[in-house]
Structures are given as structure tokens and as C-alpha cells.
């Protein structure tokens, strides 16, 4: 935040540390495509250094899924809290059919152009790529050693674990995805965990 014009934003729910929004007067919110850029914005895309994070779709998909936001329900008072999530890959199918986890291409595309991103940062080497982000921007060093690494789930039965464990649903997560796969190149084993 300190190297930017955005800033954090919290509403019901989040906890201002790892859930949160992110709004700025040309980010109108957090997981902008680089087309919510462009109108408020024109030209951003060929003036400005592109920078997007990916993960594996697969894992994308289950962090969405097993997300706080997603088992948030309000109590007899009238206040939100965390639920138990439970598993059910009908619910967690209609969840991608719905179109609530975008392709990663989606963020990139301008109508029917795909942006090269200028710099990819992989949530499986964060740290590292984070790094080289930091230093090709001309940011303090020291703001590579603030990047904190959360990822936080209400799940605290390890279904989320099992579920990561079923190699039939990440094919089938794996194909619906393919583009993404081809792109950020997922399809090499190596690349991912």
C-alpha cells in the first residue's frame, strides 16, 4: 500500500488482515481485470508494467470454494460468522459453471487481444518472483520482506486437504481451465506443486 495510490478497504465480514478489499482511484476493486483498468484508465495497458499473480487452477478453485466469505452466515443476533464449510462437488461444480473463479486469461484479455503480462508472479514461488518484482520496479528492497504469504481457510476438518487429493476432480478442474494451464504453463509438471 505504501507504494501505491490504492488503498485497503474493509466491509462485513473481513478482518482488515487477510480478508480484505482493495479499491484506488484507477483500481476500482480488489481482482480488477486489466479491461476495469482500461476504462478508467485508457491506454494503461501500453503506458503502465503489467503485473498479475496466477496459481494453479485447481488450487484456485478449492481456496475459492473453501474461502471465509463463502461460510460467513448470520447468527440469531443478527451478526456474521464463520460456518463449518462442507464439501459437495455438485455445489463446487455450479460454483465454476457460475463463472465465480474466472480464468486467469480473463484478467488479461482486452476484447479479443490477450495482454502479455510484463511481469507473472506464481503463487507457488511468490516469494522469489515478489523479489525480482520488487527490484525491476525500483522499489525499496525492503518492501520484498514485507510480502506476507497468507492463505487462510475456515476449514478446520482437512477436507479441504483430501479434497486437493482427488486427482479425477483436478483433471476435470485441470481441463475447464486449459487455457490457463497452457499459458501460465501448468501443463509442465515441474512448474507447480
Not at 486469461?105 to 514461488?125: H, K, M, N, P, S
Not at 510480502?147 to 486437493?164: C, F
Not at 478442474?173 to 512448474?191: A, G, I, K, P, Q
Amino acid at each position: 500500500m505504501p507504494h501505491s495510490d490504492d488503498r485497503q478497504t474493509t466491509k462485513a465480514g473481513q478482518d482488515g488482515r487477510d480478508r480484505f478489499g482493495v479499491s484506488g482511484p484507477v483500481t476500482p476493486f480488489k481482482h480488477a481485470r486489466l479491461s476495469d483498468y482500461e476504462a478508467r484508465l485508457p491506454g494503461v495497458s501500453r503506458t503502465h508494467t503489467i503485473m498479475i499473480s496466477v496459481r494453479h487452477p485447481f488450487d484456485r478453485a478449492l481456496s475459492y470454494f473453501f474461502s471465509p466469505h463463502r461460510w460467513m452466515k448470520e447468527d440469531r443476533d443478527g451478526e456474521l460468522r464463520h460456518t463449518q464449510p462442507i464439501w459437495n462437488e455438485a455445489d463446487f461444480f455450479q460454483m465454476l459453471d457460475d463463472r465465480a473463479v474466472l480464468p486467469m486469461a480473463d484478467f488479461l484479455r482486452l476484447g479479443d487481444r490477450l495482454v502479455e503480462a510484463d511481469i507473472l508472479l506464481r503463487f507457488e514461488t511468490l516469494e522469489q518472483d515478489f523479489r525480482r518484482a520488487v527490484k525491476r520496479l525500483g522499489l525499496p528492497a525492503e518492501a520484498a520482506r514485507a510480502l506476507p504469504h497468507v492463505n487462510r481457510s475456515v476449514d478446520a476438518t482437512g477436507i479441504r486437504s483430501a479434497v486437493r487429493n482427488d486427482p479425477g476432480l483436478r483433471d476435470a478442474v485441470e481441463r475447464r481451465f486449459r487455457d490457463d494451464m497452457e499459458l501460465f504453463h501448468y501443463l509442465d509438471v515441474n512448474s507447480c506443486n
